[in-house]
């Protein structure tokens, strides 16, 4: 029988990450906060193809990679499955068939291995992320989060609480940065190849900030920016002028990010909270990266940004939240299900 209110929690514990709810399969172990290996299977070049995510395509790429990247993960990590002591899989949010890949495969080995199943968040997954950064990492602190799906400021309050300071009123950075890509007829992944482009390019057109004037709350916004960004390209169009794609890119990129960072800071400033943090696909971004940490010195504050490849999916995130949520005994049953949306809060 699989009884979770049997299991006891254990001083760092050997918890394995598993991540499917996109296009990478991902595995990852840790110890305690010590990251041993991440692993990461991707169906990127396959998507890029079809210039985006193809839920079936997914599904089939996780079922075929999960055995071959948890094995991997386990061998780097010189770990042998005996010594797990918990498992921790994105139960959401995500497509449903990825997700379901994973999690199938997380009740197996928990049951078969009789150890906690720890459900996680995808989002809050990118929150963790910091704790293997810094190992004395703890709350409180500010983060910056920006993905393909969310775009917020929050004040993580405790390892389990946050509030959220702001966020967009519509579309995601990520997104907003994808959409920018194909208009600007750049491969998918989107955001890699702006930021890629706008390298050559300069901050010389007149774009709309990503930020709602005249809030009463802190908001982001940018689906005019995006719409400014495509009006550019066929205005220029259509009157037969040449526009040049590199400075559409990175005026685009400081419209999308400045905000973004300058939001952050006036935020830990006002909360005089010391440490910010920050994850999420759209983190990898160079600029933003070095944005945020200029801003954040000049604040004199404490910056914790994971490495590009810990602020895009990967399954060191999900198991950095999976011991967060197992010392907090939060186990999962075996009939938990997938979920294709979960709210921030
Ligand atoms: O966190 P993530 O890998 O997946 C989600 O949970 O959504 O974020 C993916 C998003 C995509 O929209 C992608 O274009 C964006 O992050 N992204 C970037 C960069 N790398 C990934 N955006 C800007 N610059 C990058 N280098
Ligand atoms: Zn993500």
């Known amino acids: 029988m699989y009884d979770i209110a049997s299991f006891k929690i254990k001083k760092d514990p050997v918890i394995l990450g598993l991540e499917s709810s996109c296009d990478e399969t991902a595995a990852a172990v840790i110890r305690g906060r010590k990251l041993l290996s991440s692993e990461i299977i991707s169906s990127a070049t396959e998507q890029s193809k079809y210039g985006g995510v193809v839920p079936e395509i997914a599904s089939r790429a996780h079922t075929e990679a999960v055995d071959e990247v948890v094995l991997r993960a386990l061998k780097s990590a010189n770990v042998t499955v005996n010594e797990l002591d918990a498992v921790a899989v994105t139960y959401g949010a995500g497509l449903l068939g990825a997700l379901l890949v994973g999690l199938s495969f997380a009740k197996s080995l928990a049951y078969s291995l009789n150890i906690p199943l720890v459900a996680v968040n995808h989002i809050r997954g990118h929150l963790a992320a910091a704790y293997l950064v810094d190992k004395n990492l703890k709350p409180p602190f500010v983060t910056l989060l920006a993905s393909g799906g969310h775009t917020a400021i929050l004040h993580t309050e405790s390892y389990t609480e946050f509030s959220v300071l702001g966020g967009t009123c519509d579309d995601a950075a990520g997104e907003a940065f994808d959409k920018v890509a194909r208009v600007l007829s750049l491969p998918y992944p989107g955001g890699v190849n702006v930021e890629r482009l706008a390298l050559g390019g300069e901050n010389k057109?007149?774009?709309?900030?990503?930020?709602?004037?005249?809030?009463?709350?802190?908001?982001?916004?940018?689906?005019?920016?995006?719409?400014?960004v495509i009006n550019h390209c066929h205005n220029?169009?259509?009157?037969?002028?040449?526009?040049?794609?590199?400075?559409?890119?990175?005026?685009?990129?400081?419209?999308?990010?400045?905000?973004?960072v300058k939001k952050t800071v006036e935020c830990?400033?006002?909360?005089?909270?010391?440490?910010?943090?920050?994850?999420?696909?759209?983190?990898?971004?160079?600029?933003?990266?070095?944005?945020?940490?200029?801003?954040?010195?000049?604040?004199?504050?404490?910056?914790?940004?994971?490495?590009?490849?810990?602020?895009?999916?990967?399954?060191?995130?999900?198991?950095a939240e999976g011991l967060i949520q197992y010392n907090a005994c939060n186990f999962a049953q075996l009939n938990i299900n997938a979920k294709a949306q979960i709210p921030l809060k």
């Open 205 to 228: 057109i007149k774009l709309p900030q990503a930020l709602v004037k005249n809030s009463d709350r802190m908001q982001f916004s940018y689906s005019g920016l995006k719409t400014a």
């Open 236 to 260: 220029a169009e259509q009157k037969g002028e040449k526009f040049n794609p590199a400075d559409v890119a990175c005026s685009f990129q400081h419209a999308a990010v400045d905000p973004l």
């Open 268 to 319: 830990a400033k006002k909360l005089g909270v010391s440490t910010v943090t920050a994850g999420g696909g759209v983190i990898a971004n160079g600029y933003l990266r070095s944005a945020l940490s200029e801003a954040c010195k000049a604040a004199n504050l404490k910056l914790v940004l994971p490495e590009k490849g810990f602020c895009t999916d990967n399954a060191a995130m999900i198991a």
